[in-house]
């Protein structure tokens, strides 16, 4: 019984082994074929999380809500861009959204408030 358990294993392992060498060679022929490194989903998702602050992350959720013309969570991410990222570039993205929005819903007088903001905003990082 335990030589028999012994057996599977080891036919199992090296089964196992003869498929993942395959695979390793089917993608290392395609790279040599088209000359492109072969790209995983998961270095898709780590090359776009690292290439996004937390605050993009966040305004991209609020574009994603006011498409979907959810006006109160996307002013929500906007707000909280706003609130805790004040020190970055991407507050005036988050002004400038909330204002396109406001005039979405066609709400001029904090639409206009918003711009101001934006520009004033924008005026930090030009310096």
Do not use: C, W
Not at 9 to 33: H, M, P, Q, R
Not at 71 to 95: F, G, K, M, P, S
């Amino acid at each position: 019984m335990l030589r028999q358990k012994i057996k599977l294993f080891v036919i199992f392992s090296i089964l196992s082994s003869t498929a993942f060498s395959a695979v390793n060679e089917d993608t290392k022929l395609l790279e040599e074929l088209t000359g492109k490194k072969h790209v995983t989903k998961q270095d898709i998702l780590a090359k776009r999380s690292a290439a996004q602050s937390p605050a993009q992350l966040i305004l991209r959720q609020a574009r994603e809500a006011s498409i979907q013309r959810q006006y109160r969570q996307a002013l929500e991410h906007y707000d909280r861009v706003i609130r805790h990222y004040a020190n970055t570039q991407e507050v005036v993205q988050a002004y400038k959204g909330k204002a396109d929005l406001y005039t979405e819903m066609g709400l001029e007088s904090p639409a206009q408030l918003n711009r101001q903001l934006a520009d004033k905003a924008g005026q930090k990082f030009i310096k």
